[in-house]
């Protein structure tokens, strides 16, 4: 008899909600899925300075009605924002300026506010009023490779470097010495390579900036080697 009592009170405990969720009932809300980015692509270039802005839709695990929050902002820190809505469609046409770099991203908030994250941001150029100049691309290092030991009184420098613009003629501002932040050995070097002479047991710094005709300039990163 005993153990009759102690089910049927153990069965009443739990169809009362006692062996429920936490809070006396309150179920958990999870956030919706981050919204993935349709258009513009990253890294898109002279699309119309009118742009529509596609993202797919997001799922909410509870199934409730997904809203979204798009930025669009000229830093890719969203430090100052262009335009910054919350829509309940996934697109949305902004009017921007020509000739600009531009990032955005998206997020989704559900019905009780529990919003996702950002999505990735994306940048894209729009296209400029007139026939646009685009910025060389970084240089790239040919040798000494990174952190390479040399043993020789001259090394030569080499690197290379393209431009979008293939009718741009490129020149090379080429900075070298001993400290971390070089100085400038070369202005204007119309050669993808430079030669200098070194002193043993020495690391050395050196990096390059790629200039085209319009006055476009790129600044490539610091490499270093030593000298045995």
């Known amino acids: 008899m005993k153990n009759i009592i102690v089910l049927s009170l153990l069965w009443i405990f739990i169809s009362c909600g006692g062996g429920g969720s936490k809070g006396g009932g309150e179920t958990t809300n999870n956030p919706p899925a981050v919204p993935g980015l349709i258009y513009p692509q990253s890294n898109m270039l002279c699309i119309n ?3 529509t802005f596609n993202w797919k839709a997001s799922e909410d695990p509870e199934g409730d009605t997904v809203k979204y929050e798009i930025q669009v902002s000229d830093s890719n820190s969203f430090s100052s924002l ?16 020509k000739g600009l770099i531009y990032y955005w991203r998206v997020k989704a908030v559900d019905a009780k506010d529990a919003a996702s994250n950002f999505s990735s941001a994306y940048q894209f150029y729009t296209e400029g009023v007139a026939v646009t100049n685009y910025v060389p691309f970084l240089p790239s290092l040919v040798k000494p490779t990174l952190n390479q030991v040399v043993n020789t009184q001259s090394v030569t420098l080499e690197w290379d470097a393209v431009d979008v613009d293939t009718s741009d003629t490129l020149v090379y501002d080429v900075y070298f010495g001993e400290n971390s932040n070089p100085s400038l050995v ?4 119309p050669n993808k390579n430079y030669t200098l002479s070194v002193s043993s047991a020495k690391t050395y710094y050196w990096r390059v900036e790629v200039k085209d005709n319009s006055g ?7 490499w270093l080697f030593k000298t045995d």
């Open 49 to 51: 300075n009118v742009v």
């Open 82 to 97: 262009l335009h910054s809505e919350i829509l309940t469609g996934v697109s949305r046409t902004f009017s921007l300026e």
């Open 186 to 189: 070369i202005s204007d070097h």
């Open 216 to 222: 476009a300039k790129s600044t490539g990163k610091v």
